[in-house]
């Protein structure tokens, strides 16, 4: 595929995805959703990848989904284009490796969305958050009722779905729905040192423990101490990741993952 929207830069094993429609203030409409499809299928099948970054261009990371588009259709295609963002952005939960939203500025509607999609947000100072749809006589529709309040818990994540209020980011990182806030200049590079220290970790364990965190999360906790206790049990044995880690902090050497 050839992408329009996406810029895709890749270099030991970080992917850099940049959303770029700037005149659109980074807008989500079909054809970024079809791109982002495809640019996740690829990182899937990707062995040497170990962490992606998501980023926007210019002064949004996505000020929403392009209303532009949305605004005639039916509630039948409605619903299809909810669905339609819902199962890209969480397919990010599928990838084996982890997914940094780094925030450069409006993250609102469909882009806030985004944002929760990835399994965690780095903030610059600039970054703007909020859920605005109901100014427009909407819900949010690519899992944001229901990332929100899982995020950063009910009460919080109703203030913002019913008022509308956009929040800073020394806000967003007080309620948890970022992680780090750095000034701007700082973001990329900030994204990049976690993503390389990411990737200088034993790569089926980065992989297990996303995913175990993820399925772990919608389970009791009988549930998910016993996927837990299966997936630390398959890092064992003659030629694991587990074996050679654990031989190389007893030897004080590098492991060789």
Known sequence: MTYEILQINQKDGIALVTISRPKAMNALNTRFFEEMDHAVSQFKTDENL???????????????????????????????????????????????????????GFALGGGLELAMGADFRIASTKAKFGQPEVNLGLIPGFAGTQRLSRLVGLADALFLLTTAEMIGAEDALRIGLVQKVVEPEALIDTCMQIAKTIAGKGPQAVSKVKSVTHKGFDMSLEEGNKLEAEQ??????????????????????????
């Open 232 to 257: 630390f049990g398959s890092l064992f044995g003659k030629g694991s990741e587990g074996a050679e880690g654990m031989a190389a902090f007893l030897e004080k050497r590098k492991p060789n993952w």
């Open 50 to 104: 170990r962490a992606v970054i998501i980023t926007g261009e210019g002064k949004a990371f996505v000020a929403g989904a392009d209303i532009a588009e949305m605004k005639n259709k039916t509630p039948e295609e409605g619903s299809i284009f909810a669905t339609r963002g819902q199962a890209t952005f969480s397919s990010f939960a599928e990838l084996h490796i982890p997914v940094i939203a780094a925030i450069n």
